[in-house]
């Protein structure tokens, strides 16, 4: 097998999780996470977090038995079942209407790996072993989250604005880019990290113009936690 690590943007459309129990619950809640309609096929809802984000119509629920089609036109799907027979008739479903599958725990059926996942913000940390083992993946995850802590996704709301401004002046692509990887590389993350908010105003106006700072790029540092108090911790 051999996989090519991607994101995929689901905002919006419609994705299939077969199964009710908390390993689907927990692939309808990243799914939901990022925007997508979640249909769950099940005859029961045996994980109480299914059913109160079905309560909450968050999510539809087909209480039954996966049946061929309920697949048809969705962006995904995964399926997180006992039931081998159901696995092998997604699977050959999934293959017929190139629909992305992921089996869980039975790599030799899936067509994409679900990586262990570590988020601060919009930073997206995604690790795979290949289906050689979750629970590896897992442990690197944990590691992971003591070295990027909260300020990395704080960091990136600010990269976020500053490229925004840059976008909306008059200013070449190439000067753009040299601005936007400057300021990326520069002590923006020590300074947040900090809570220095005197340093971080003074490496936007150094980046980014005289008298560009936080405010004028429309953060509010109270709002991001960063306003006063000791340096951010992991």
Known sequence: MGYIPIFLDVTGRRCVVVGGGEVAARKVESLLAAGAQVTIVAPVLSAGSLSAIVDRKLATHVAREYQRGDIVGCALAYAATDDRDLHHALADEARALSVPLNVVDVPELCSFIAPAVLRRGALQIAISTEGASPAFA?????????????????????????????????????????????????????????????????????????????????????????????????
């Not at 300020?151 to 601005?179: F, K, N």
């Open 138 to 234: 897992a442990r690197l995850r944990r590691q992971l989250e003591k070295q990027f802590g909260i300020e990395y996704g704080i960091a990136l709301i600010v990269l976020r604005a500053a490229r925004r401004r840059l976008h909306s002046g008059e200013l070449d692509l190439a000067d753009r880019m040299r601005r936007l990887k400057d300021l990326a590389e520069s002590r923006l993350l020590d300074a947040i990290t900090a809570r220095d908010l005197t340093e971080v105003d003074k490496i936007l106006a150094a980046h980014l113009g005289e008298g560009v700072n936080l405010a004028k790029l429309g953060i509010d540092p109270a709002k991001l936690g960063i306003a006063d108090g000791p340096e951010l911790q992991h």
